[in-house]
């Protein structure tokens, strides 16, 4: 299942899930390939909007962007209006000049916790990428080089810490894993996965209903 065409397909026929848009969310762990994935299925969505969460985020809120989301972007699209957002320069440390986001049919938000639970009520699916965190994060170190190690060693504490409070993979509507060429998805997290507060903290596959 690596031609994501397919996936497309059943995207398109999800009803609306904030206002007009039927919002997408592409989460898992920093490092497992969100960003990438998220710009193939945009082109395969015909050039669907992506918004970047790390464009919400900062140094001082990792994950305490919700309410920032809320007022400049999921609140204005649930009304039909474009969203209008400042986005952060994680060199300058501060928030650049704003950029417009009108509502389109099919919009993706993609980063780590993209499928947390204040948002899974304005979201219409969220697929979860396969890879370990700690294949994720060494990947992340990788491609981020030395200069960056302190930031990573504390961003791994932060979202270990967000993740055992507010997991999303058992939540997720499909699980998606990088094969050599494209990608799979299975369908459906366990229903188990949903209601066993240990299920959460596994980095374990889950099997598709």
């Known amino acids: 299942m690596n031609d994501l065409s397919r996936l497309a ?3 398109r026929t999800l009803p609306p899930s904030c206002g007009p848009v039927r919002l997408i969310a592409v989460d898992g762990h920093a490092g497992s390939g969100k960003s990438t994935f998220a710009a193939r299925l945009a082109v395969a969505l015909d050039d669907a909007p992506v918004l970047h969460l790390d464009d919400l985020a900062t140094h001082e809120e990792l994950f305490d962007w919700t309410g ?25 440390r501060g928030f650049g ?4 986001l009108a ?11 993209a499928g947390r639970r204040t948002l899974r009520p304005v979201l219409a699916h969220v697929l979860w990428m396969d890879l370990p965190a700690a294949e994720s994060w060494e990947r992340g170190r990788r491609r981020d080089g030395p200069s960056l190690s302190a930031f990573w060693d504390g961003w791994t504490t932060a979202e270990t810490a967000h993740f055992s ?18 990608y799979e998805w299975l369908e459906g997290a366990p229903p188990a996965a949903r209601t066993d507060p240990f299920v959460t903290q596994s980095d374990h596959p889950a099997p598709p209903y």
């Open 9 to 11: 397909a059943r995207l």
């Open 68 to 92: 920032r989301l809320r007022e400049q972007v999921t609140g204005p699209l649930s009304r039909g209006e474009s969203a209008r957002y400042a986005p952060y320069d994680w060199t300058a």
């Open 97 to 100: 000049p704003p950029r417009t």
């Open 103 to 113: 509502p389109a049919p099919l919009m993706l938000i993609e980063g780590v916790g």
């Open 165 to 182: 409070a507010d997991p999303s993979r058992p939540w997720a509507d499909a699980l998606v894993r990088q094969l050599p060429v494209g």
